[in-house]
């Protein structure tokens, strides 16, 4: 905002990890593993932040655009058998429900069910 001539737009986009949501069997096993993960970042819930962020910073006509990510190959995943195997080590689930789980995500993947999806935030404002 201090950089942005007066009547500039200021845009940014962020993902809300905490919307991020697989298709799995074991749904606690996986409720466990999204939360760890999702938590290991700085800002797991800065995309929701965003908009009153820009309020408090003085910004006017504040827009937000909500934009499903949706992942359907596990290759593409961030939430996949390494973040299982982190959060194994982390004590949040154990080595075999960490093993069960991602057999279940590569067996939903080979046969082509995989299905992951996460809110991204893309919020605009004009400096005044």
Not at 98 to 117: C, H, I, K, V
Request: glycine fraction near 6%.
């Amino acid at each position: 905002v201090r950089v942005t001539r007066s009547g500039g737009a200021i845009v940014v986009m962020d993902a809300d990890l905490d919307t991020i949501i697989i298709d799995a069997t074991d749904r606690d096993v996986t409720r466990r593993i999204v939360h760890f993960a999702a938590e290991a970042r700085a800002q797991p819930w800065g995309a929701r932040q965003l908009p009153a962020l820009f309020r408090h910073a003085g910004l006017r006509e504040i827009t937000v655009i909500p934009l499903t990510q949706i992942v359907t190959r596990l290759r593409d995943s961030d939430v996949n058998g390494d973040v299982a195997a982190m959060a194994c080590s982390a004590g949040v689930i154990t080595v075999d429900e960490a093993a069960a789980w991602t057999a279940d995500l590569e067996q939903r993947d080979a046969a082509g069910d995989y299905l992951q999806t996460m809110t991204l935030f893309t919020v605009a404002g004009r400096k005044s």
